[in-house]
């Protein structure tokens, strides 16, 4: 229903709070809506969510899951996502196979306390099941400071944590330098936010120039690789030079890329996310498929 507009656009709708509460607050429009985007999404619930981090694992897959969420602006909300996580850890815990666990910082009050957020993780690291590892998202290039700070303090402490790194930010050359210091490992994104110009490279050339560079500084640098990106002419060629290097892809998206992949050899990671928060994923999503900036 909102297909064809301008990613720019789409990308600001997807964050826009009122836009959101337009669609949601009529039955109709916010079933169709969750229809569109249920594709991408591993469920409302935890319950949906284990059944498809299942299927992913009996294909082959390792999956990474998530409860949707950020922005958490008071303790009390972010305690409630913090139970909601634990919730999850159990669970995962009894599933036969390779499952990670995603954590978005300013789900876990990142906004409000650096050191009440670094709590609140902690005490997710002690329930992961042995050889899970905690992959910690990016966001906003004005949270990026804090997220590499919470990132270098979690491994250097011990935890199994892997940076995400966005290749579209003018700092990323330098935080990758950070993070290989820390000999922390790094799963490489192009960028999903909207950004100023004197932050980010434009969508297109620039940012798959800045990729392909960094995806070679990590691989030098010694660290664990994961190329999240579904572009296969930059992946394939990546691939093709950087040995044991991982893939990691959203659910939903080229799944049959993601199939011939295994079928090849390659370790694929699929990020599965659930909750009630799914509305900003699926705009991200969608700008994310539109080829016009």
């Known amino acids: ?66 409860l949707f969420g950020e922005g958490v602006e008071d303790e009390l909300g972010a305690a409630a996502v913090v139970d909601g996580y634990r919730e999850a850890v159990s669970a995962v815990a009894d599933i036969n196979g390779d499952v990670y666990l995603e954590i978005v910082p300013s ?9 009440m957020c670094r709590r609140h993780v902690e005490q997710l690291v002690e329930l992961l099941p042995p050889g899970a590892r905690l992959e910690i998202s ?60 004197d932050v980010a490279y434009p969508w297109g050339e620039q940012t798959d120039i800045a990729y392909v560079r960094l995806a070679h500084q990590i691989h030098a640098g010694g660290v664990g690789l994961a190329l999240a990106t579904h572009d296969p002419v930059i992946r394939e060629a990546l691939l093709g030079v950087l040995d044991n290097a991982t893939v990691e892809m959203l659910h939903g998206v080229r799944r049959d890329d993601a199939v011939q992949l295994l079928e090849r050899g390659h370790s694929v990671r699929i990020y599965a996310c659930y909750g009630q928060s799914w509305f900003r994923y699926w705009m991200r999503r969608v700008a994310e498929a539109q080829g016009s900036p």
Do not use: C
């Open 138 to 197: 990016a966001e906003e290039s004005w949270r990026t400071p804090h997220i590499m700070d919470l990132t270098v303090a979690l491994v250097e402490a011990g935890a199994p944590a892997l940076a995400t790194v966005q290749a579209n930010l003018r700092r990323s050359a330098n935080d990758v330098d950070r993070l290989i210091a820390a000999q922390v490992p790094i799963r490489l994104v192009k960028g999903a936010y909207l950004e100023a110009p």
């Open 1 to 66: 229903m909102i297909t064809g507009l301008p990613r720019r656009v789409l990308f600001g709708l997807a964050t826009n709070s009122q836009f959101e509460s337009l669609v949601r607050s009529n039955r109709f429009t916010e079933d169709l809506a969750y229809r569109a985007a249920k594709r991408y999404v591993a469920g409302i619930t935890l319950d949906e969510a284990l059944e498809t981090v299942r299927h992913l694992i009996e294909v082959g897959f390792g999956v990474t899951l998530d």
């Open 107 to 115: 789900h876990l009050g990142l906004d409000i306390s650096l050191d």
